[in-house]
């Protein structure tokens, strides 16, 4: 599913027209010609018209991030049209058929799989900001309180999945088999001394069975659309400064080939300018941190 945001506006200028007096023939004749030279000498050109980059992203904070961006982006010439995707497949696809210029929504091992699957050509054009992953009570409050069969709902895709199940490991929850790493999936779980059960769902409604499950393990963006500070609700999350930091960049996506092209770089040193880093900054309260 999708929906059109508007990010970036033309603004034109009216320009007024001359008067035509009434009277004799001469002053007639004075009237029409002085509004005339008048109307030549304050007509401006019309402002060239903006090039557009359509963008596909997530509405948190993807979307809101480009909607700032979109006044900074105009002042190199470029206008932005922003459309919200609320799942993980479409934003590449329509990259894929140049439907869409860049997508904003997705890191680069989420993006290697998917090229790999589906057989897409996108490419990393630019890292934008991390997300810190993390895990949110659900009916239990901290992760002493789970008991005997308790669930837990995760990410059931490729890459996301496996990060959920190696934060899980890291606070003593479980144990992977050596060498999962990105590719860990519950099959790989070698240990499991409280037997919990994994709800394995899209990305997008984990947080909606968070009042039926123990805790759920959540993406940044998503934990911000259902209410969850990271710096204050989250029992336990990956720390700013660690590899998964690097590893999970969100990027601005293009089909391979396209990396280069000026609006694209554009949109990139934009959304690596300092304005933008200090609205992240000030806005998601560690949610969301812009990556140098």
Request: proline share 3%.
């Amino acid at each position: 599913m999708k929906r059109r945001v508007l990010a970036g506006l033309l603004t034109t200028a009216v320009i007024a027209g001359a008067f035509v007096g009434c009277g004799s023939d001469k002053t007639s004749e004075a009237q029409t010609e002085q509004p005339k030279e008048e109307a030549k000498e304050e007509t401006a050109e019309a402002p060239a018209e903006l090039e557009t980059i359509k963008v596909a992203a997530s509405a948190t904070p993807h979307a809101e991030l480009l909607e700032k961006a979109a006044p900074l982006l105009e002042e190199k010439g470029y206008k932005l049209d922003v459309t919200v995707f609320d799942d993980y497949v479409q934003p590449n696809l329509v990259v894929e058929s140049g439907e869409f210029d860049a997508n904003y929504f997705q890191h680069v091992p989420y993006l290697d799989s998917f090229n790999e699957e589906q057989g897409t050509h996108l490419v990393d054009a630019g890292d934008i900001h991390y997300e810190p992953f993390g895990i949110y009570p659900g009916t239990k409050k901290t992760l002493d309180d789970i008991e005997d069969g308790d669930t837990i709902a995760i990410p059931n895709d490729t890459t996301n999945e496996a990060r959920a199940l190696l934060l899980l490991q890291d606070n003593g929850l479980l144990t992977l088999k050596d060498g999962a790493g990105l590719t860990a999936t519950i099959k790989d779980i070698t240990d499991n001394p409280k037997k919990i059960k994994f709800e394995e769902l899209e990305a997008a409604q984990v947080a909606r069975v968070k009042d039926e499950v123990a805790f759920v393990v959540l993406n940044g963006n998503y934990a911000l659309e259902a209410g969850f500070s990271v710096a204050k609700d989250s029992i336990a999350y990956e720390a700013t400064d660690s590899e998964a930091a690097k590893t999970y960049v969100n990027i601005i996506a293009v089909k391979e080939g396209n990396e280069n092209n000026d609006g694209i770089k554009a949109l990139v040193e934009v959304l690596k300018s300092d304005d933008i880093k200090q609205y992240i900054k000030d806005t998601y309260d560690g949610a969301v941190v812009a990556f140098e």
